[in-house]
């Protein structure tokens, strides 16, 4: 990774933020810096008593960034690197993710500090359920709906549930949580929802003819960072409708086969030996080779800050898909516009995870569980829908209609075509705003 280039989490939302507010027209400065403040940050820290008699020291966050649109929403990572400004800015994509899928909430994210790797499940069983106590009313389905995220899974969002419900009796709490398991209420097709939202988001941008040779899924040859839910999931849904799956990587390293990969294999691979490596008749290549390879699509479905000022000018593809949170850093962005490689970001193109969560909570209000073709179907229309509303505008921009903000606004002056990051993210901030000062600010 470069040494000079400043990988805070925190700088890095910031910086993206106000590229993209020069975009914006009529922004009051006053709330461009509301906009970019959390809510509230909760610390908590509490003992745990672990297995073997000892106590430890257990520090979590809860942070809600912006709760304009309805009550935030946000995974919880267990993780013993989670710092409070990961956190912070994790919950800033999460309020701009909602707002331009369109659905009716904030942006929220949680971490505790643990490592479940050490933990038995007993132990990790006693951490959520102290978490969820310590959080209290901070939680509730309508102020802040937690989900998974890293290390944490939907046996973490049932517990979490329980606890809750035992603490709030008489009501219907199961839209406390999404991610939950289908039989407590969980909706069909969360699982898979952020690998095909992945999917259908690379399709439609795809039909909008700016690659003239590549505008379809079929035979467009792909390479993807990472295969565990979100990759594999999009792998394969790559490949059923004809994409060539040219390489794939996972923390051990990468694999390669010019004739193509099928995900079906690669799983069953990956479930004997706990890795892809070593697949027979493949080329292995580390995951910084992987994302240097000539191919169509590129789908960087793993960790933050892997496209990076150091390796943009080698990357070989036609689009980047950002599956991951935060894969690429806004020098490597500023790369590839100009070498004109497109880029779908993060908010737009794993926003089917969110989408399908909103739909858990609809379905656990109504007391209802819609079947997976329904789901897939408006997870499908809603995928589309964004991708066209961020196309319009950009296109608005190339071809000069739309006219970036005034100078008094702020004092950056965009004077460059914009990428699809800055668009996705101008819409977002846009809706927020409006719909800040639609409610009137109090008192
Ligand atoms: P996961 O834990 O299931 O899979 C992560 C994969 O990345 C694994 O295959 C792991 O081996 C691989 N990996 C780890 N270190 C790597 C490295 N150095 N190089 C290459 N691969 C490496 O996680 P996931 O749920 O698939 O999430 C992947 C990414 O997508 C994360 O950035 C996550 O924040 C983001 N995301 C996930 C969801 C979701 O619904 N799961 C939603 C939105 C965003």
Redesign the pocket.
Known sequence: MPVNENFDPVVISEQQFDHAVCYIQKLKKGLIEFLKKPKHINIFNFPIEMDDGSVQSIQGYRVVHNRVFGPGKG?I?YHPDVTMEEVVS?AKLMTW?CALVNIPFGGAKGGVVCNTKELTENELRRITRRFTSEMADNIGPHTDIP?????TNEQTMAWIYDTYDVLHPGKNNRPVVT?KPIDMGGSYG??E???VGVYHVTERFLSKALIAEQQTVAGASVVI?????????AAQDFFRNGAKIIAV??????VYRAEGLDPDVLLAF?NEHG??VGLPDTMTMT?EE?LELECDILI?????N?IHADNAHKINAKVVVE?????TTPAADEILRQRGIYLLP?ILA?????TV?YFEWVQNQANQQWDLDEVNARLQKRMFKTVDAVFSRWQGFVVGEAIPSEQEINNTEPGQQPDFRCIALSIAIERVAKATLMRGIWP
């Open positions: 995974g990572r994790l993710k989900a998974p995220d890293m290390y991610g969360r699982n929802a952020t690998g960072q990472g295969f565990g839910n979100v990759g594999s999931i990587s996972d923390s051990q390293g990468g990956k890795t892809i995951n992987i960087p479905a793993a960790l933050s892997q599956a991951a949170n935060a894969p993060d794993n926003a089917g995870g969110v969560s």
